[in-house]
């Protein structure tokens, strides 16, 4: 079994800061991809920042200079530093991890957090 485990939503004011995190246990062998979406009631989830295959990272344009994403590949971690927040940053935030479990034949599989509640407002 694999978990995302996500901690650091919360409430901020407008122009404040918050830090996500994600740790990712189990029975892990590699993970591949990694990172954040987040949802609104009524909208598609949609990603927010995310490392991808060969470590680079994409972010969507609106959190860009804003939002940093930061990794610990030897603990399965993910982190996602959001500062400058506005209202509209305001959603559920979704940890995102492409896993490979037991051995390096295994497929790897999409798994999600169960969600952190972000609210920005004065």
């Known amino acids: 079994q694999v978990q995302l485990v996500e901690s650091g939503g919360g409430l901020v004011q407008p122009g404040g800061s918050l830090r996500l995190s994600c740790a990712a246990s189990?029975?892990?062998?590699?993970?591949?991809?990694m990172g954040w979406y987040r949802q609104t009631p009524g909208k598609q989830r949609e990603l927010v920042a995310v490392?991808?295959?060969?470590?680079?990272?994409k972010y969507v344009e609106s959190v860009k200079g804003r939002f940093t994403i930061s990794r610990d590949s030897a603990e399965n971690t993910v982190a996602l530093q959001m500062n400058s927040l506005k209202p509209e940053d305001t959603a559920v935030y979704y940890c995102?991890?492409?896993?490979?479990?037991?051995?390096?034949?295994?497929?790897?599989?999409?798994?999600w957090g169960q969600g952190t509640q972000v609210t920005v407002s004065s």
């Open positions: 995102y991890a492409k896993i490979r479990q037991g051995t390096w034949f295994t497929k790897e599989v999409d798994y």
């Open positions: 189990g029975n892990i062998f590699s993970v591949n991809d």
């Open positions: 490392f991808i295959s060969g470590g680079s990272t």
